[in-house]
């Protein structure tokens, strides 16, 4: 043995033995390290791009995309898939999606701008959101974009330029409903139950001043019970049918929304992620059996449009962190600060995210506190984790990120990091640079203007 070389020092840990059941689930027994991701090891990619890191697989999201496109076109013969910029905006994810066939789902005149930038024709853009702009709404009706009516105050703005346009705009009517679940999503749209889309709806056919395409709905998010897309998908076909036996229009699509879960764990689940999610197939034979039910031609069936954005890119990517220090609490709880906080991991607050170390371990294990960086209480990455010791300077791997914390993250105390994907053929590409003090202050001004 090499007598020069430094022996790893690993510090001693007394447990003391409680002779009593486990927990609910029981001990984190079955962690193997992550020491890369589609085989580019951790350690190449934070020697290159510095830690935290967040790291994309294109092959995952291909996967993905292409596993629900399967479970849904197999039970129903006209679907289209809208990926969901608000779920993750970057360039280089929306590519992937639309390459994959989807068209754009956009909620601002950012996203908007954003889908036309990426290439996506107007008439394959789905406008959903209840702050359309004036020139947002000219902008999507002169493309030929799909515009989904949030409320009264929009549809008499959409009436107004459709007569100074001299178009008429391609709308469909955001519709909300019981699914019997505990939460009715009743802030967007128009109430099924109560017969607010009923009346919307009648205005739209009588104005004569719209496009009526479709109709949409968005249940919630998250949505661990395929049987609440099935009670939505009866409603909003019965409805169609009413439109067209009542109103002598056909409605071309219903469009079922997002919500679909992903394989995170929520806070306090009694059952891992993995366990408790609806499949795609479940999601797709729910949806498509409640849609053959409703007394629609054959030659009139809708075409059926989902928007599902966390399903597909919450296990397509991951975080790589760094340790930087150990201390106990005072009851001797150990916590562990790692330099990626709550102002990227927004979904922190939401999931027991997975977290794996990023090297070799021992077999002993201590139950820890995860925090991040910031000069906040809040800053909790996992409040109860069992996890092998760690010293300053390893790396940890937290797992299933691709949704939602690229587009709600922060700059608040550390700047943002950089963003990669992996491909398939194993090549890294920068999805997005890290920021740099000159990424503030170049933003800044001291001008002053008089108005």
């Not at 853009?125 to 004036?134: L, Q, R, S, V």
């Not at 997002?258 to 408790?276: E, I, P, Q, W």
């Not at 790589?320 to 220090?325: A, D, K, N, Q, Y």
Request: glycine share 6%; aromatic share 10%; with cysteine.
């Amino acid at each position: 043995m090499d007598s020069s070389k430094k022996i790893r020092y690993e510090r001693p840990l007394i447990k003391p033995i409680n002779a009593m059941m486990p927990g609910k689930t029981g001990k984190d027994t079955y962690l193997v390290p992550v020491l890369d991701v589609d085989g580019v090891p951790v350690s190449a990619l934070v020697e290159k791009y510095g830690s935290p890191l967040f790291v994309f697989s294109e092959r995952k999201q291909r996967e993905n995309i292409q596993r629900a496109k399967r479970s849904f076109t197999t039970r129903y013969p006209k679907v289209h898939f809208a990926w969901s910029y608000k779920t993750n905006y970057l360039d280089g994810i929306c590519k992937i999606f639309h390459e994959e066939g989807s068209w754009a789902e956009v909620v601002s005149g950012f996203e908007y701008d954003k889908a036309i930038r990426n290439g996506v024709s107007g008439n394959h853009i789905i406008f959903n959101g209840p702050a359309k702009t004036k020139d947002d709404l000219k902008k999507a009706i002169t493309n030929g974009s799909f515009i989904h009516i949030d409320n009264m105050d929009e549809l008499y703005l959409l009436s107004d330029l459709s007569d100074e346009l001299s178009i008429k705009p391609k709308v469909a009517v955001r519709v909300n409903l019981d699914t019997e679940i505990n939460q009715i999503w009743d802030r967007f749209g128009f109430n099924y139950e109560n017969g607010q889309a009923w009346d919307v709806l009648c205005k739209i056919v009588r104005m004569d001043k719209f496009e009526l395409k479709g109709l949409h709905c968005h249940i919630g998010t998250f949505i661990l019970t395929a049987h609440a897309y099935a009670v939505a998908a009866e409603k909003m076909a019965n409805l169609a049918c009413n439109v067209k036996q009542k109103l002598g229009v056909n409605i071309e699509y219903l469009d079922m929304g997002g919500g679909f879960a992903s394989k995170n764990t929520l806070k306090a689940s009694y059952l891992g992620g993995a366990d408790v999610c609806p499949s795609f197939d479940e999601y797709a034979e729910a949806i498509s059996t409640a849609i053959y039910k409703a007394p629609f031609k054959t030659s009139d069936l809708p075409v059926l449009i989902l928007e599902t954005g966390r399903a597909l890119i919450d296990d397509a990517a991951c975080l790589i962190s760094t340790v930087l220090s150990n201390k106990r609490s005072s009851s001797g709880r150990r916590f562990t600060i790692i330099d990626a906080g709550v102002n990227m991991l927004f979904t922190s607050f939401w999931y027991d995210h997975k977290v794996s170390p990023a090297q070799p371990f021992s077999k002993y294990y201590e139950d820890v506190t995860l925090y991040g960086p910031l000069c906040m209480n809040i800053d909790v990455i996992r409040e109860f984790v069992s996890l092998p010791l760690l010293n300053r300077g390893d790396h940890l791997v937290i797992h299933n990120v691709g949704a939602y914390n690229v587009s709600q993250w922060m700059q608040f105390i550390t700047l943002r990091p950089y963003v990669v994907q992996v491909s398939r053929e194993g090549k890294v590409s920068v999805l997005r640079k890290r920021e740099t003090i000159e990424t503030i202050v170049n933003q800044e001004s001291s001008t002053t203007d008089n108005l």
